[in-house]
């Protein structure tokens, strides 16, 4: 088929250009002391912090993400184009910007701190810190792809619906919902993949202390510091995480 | 195929160096009586010292420019040994100095300042921090270094002369962290060198930490055994020993090598 000869050169040199860093990973990671690294007790509470941290944010993108991805794909008001552009700022916003952004509103000296402050809660150098860092990273990922999906759905079988007298929660519930399923769970592994890969704003933001606020990406920024061996075993297994996650996502995609 | 996609890779590589090669072309510069430059891998609380030392340097010697990499003293480090191309080395501790002499990538390091600790605290120290005692109050956010990185070992030993039992609500990559969580208002103290509570100027005050308890950051530089400038390297070394570069690093608040 009519794929021209010459793209494959540059197509090939793409792939080896993501692939080639993977490889230097693998070949440089200590296997002798593979199990001994990752399973030490501070690798342990990074994954785990890591995972569920990530399931959180995920949870609260979808939550939040839903709706905004419906309002953005079926209703039309003024200034939504440049609201949407908004919306997806974290996207192609670093990470390290996103960190002082969220410590200018959620800080103790930050717009929402002090109200904070009053009702007792205290957002600083807590877990909560690290589940709105990657909230905030990871919301446009989700909103994007199931905006996608809603938009290429259509309005077809809503209409139908709203003729046959199914209120609108309804249409959203039994029509809309079901239609875009994998589009959603594609954008939830993506915002997952996204939250577990958050580095810049959570050290920005929420600090890094073992168990609590020290997530994977921070465990292995830190154990290069001393033992670099232990960070290259660490960083693969967060390849094989995201690994893992990425055939999630095809899976439901090729489920459409 | 195979040996086309290597090639391709070798000819993309060499694309992106040259499109931001402004680094490491020294040599060729060299030649046609354009400008040497010499590169200083340098710790990053010896910034503004070293700039300005650089300006000296540079006006001495006649068509010589210094271009630095400042980091963390175990990323240096961690560069050197990856084969990136320097000719001085200087470091915050000992310990990553060492990690490059066991490797045979520098030369014999002498020490040229000491750096101690202080208590550094938001503008108008709404915590009322008064000595290190006050950093085991209950409630206090009290933000440290990792014990990872040379800050956050000095504030272990800080902790184990004093006899206190920290707990930190944050254990941070390096300074420039805790000074900023600190800068920020979001933590009420933190450790960080004498040095940069004077940098962070009005952003943060400081608390004495006394001598008895502190603990003390020995600065040591070496040339790089694989530096081609070999001579410039040695001079610019010459220059933070000598009276000039002393003077400079007592006014960023270091103390003399012992």
């Known amino acids: 088929m009519g794929v021209p000869r010459w793209l494959f050169v540059p197509a090939l040199l793409g792939a080896a250009f993501v692939l080639l860093p993977l490889v230097a990973i693998v070949a440089r990671t200590p296997w002798s002391r593979f199990l001994e690294l990752i399973t030490s007790e501070s690798s342990r509470e990074a994954l785990a912090l890591s995972l569920r941290t990530s399931a959180t944010s995920t949870l609260i993108c979808v939550l939040l993400g839903v709706p905004m991805a419906v309002v953005l794909a079926r209703t039309s008001f003024r200034g939504q184009g440049i609201l949407r552009s908004l919306v997806l700022l974290p996207l192609v916003l670093p990470p390290v910007v996103g960190g002082i952004a969220l410590l200018y509103t959620f800080g103790r000296r930050g717009l929402l701190g002090e109200t904070f402050e009053v009702l007792g809660l205290q957002v600083a150098f807590s877990t909560t810190a690290v589940v709105l860092a990657q909230t905030f990273v990871a919301m446009p990922f989700l909103v994007v792809s199931l905006e996608g999906a809603l938009r290429s759905a259509g309005r077809r079988y809503e209409a139908v619906a709203a003729s046959l007298g199914a209120r609108p929660t309804t249409v959203f519930r039994r029509v809309t919902l079901p239609l875009v399923l994998p589009g959603l769970a594609s954008g939830a592994v993506l915002a997952f993949a996204r939250s577990l890969g958050e580095f810049g704003a959570t050290i920005t933001f929420a600090g890094s202390l073992q168990g609590i606020t020290r997530t994977l990406p921070l465990e292995i920024y830190l154990r290069r510091e001393t033992d670099a061996e232990a960070a290259v075993a660490l960083s693969l297994v967060l390849v094989v995480v995201a690994v893992v996650v990425i055939g999630f996502a095809r899976q439901s995609r090729s489920a459409v | 195929m195979k040996k086309t996609s290597a090639l391709a890779v070798t000819a993309l590589v060499a694309l ?49 420019e210094i271009q630095f990499n400042f980091a963390g003293s175990s990323d240096l480090v961690a560069q050197l040994q990856e084969g990136a191309p320097a000719d001085v080395l200087a470091t915050a501790d000992e310990a990553n100095m060492d990690k490059a002499t066991a490797d045979d990538l520098v030369g014999t390091p002498t020490l040229f300042a000491s750096n101690t600790l202080e208590i550094a605290v938001p ?86 930490v006394p001598d008895d308890v502190n603990a003390v950051n020995l600065y040591p530089v070496a040339t790089v055994a694989e530096s081609e400038e070999a001579d410039l390297a040695q001079a610019f070394v010459d220059l933070i020993l000598a009276p000039t570069g002393q003077d400079a690093l007592a006014d960023a608040g270091f103390a003399p090598a012992p």
């Open chain 2, 16 to 64: 992106a160096a040259a499109a931001c090669g402004s680094g490491g072309d020294e040599s060729d510069a060299g030649a046609d009586g354009g400008t040497t430059t010499i590169t200083v891998f340098a710790a990053a609380s010896l910034t503004s010292t070293f700039e300005e030392l650089a300006t000296d340097f540079e006006a001495e010697n006649d068509g010589v």
């Open chain 2, 123 to 208: 503008p108008g120290n709404p915590a009322g921090i008064t000595s290190v005692d006050d950093l085991t109050a209950d409630g206090l956010n009290l933000v440290l270094c990792a014990p990872e990185v040379p800050c956050g070992a000095a504030a272990e030993a800080v902790a184990e002369a004093a006899d206190l039992d920290l707990s930190p609500v944050s254990e941070e990559q390096s300074v420039t962290d805790v000074l900023a969580k600190v800068g920020t208002g979001e933590a009420d103290a933190g450790l960080v060198y004498v040095t940069d509570v004077i940098a962070a100027g009005d952003d943060v005050e400081g608390v004495e």
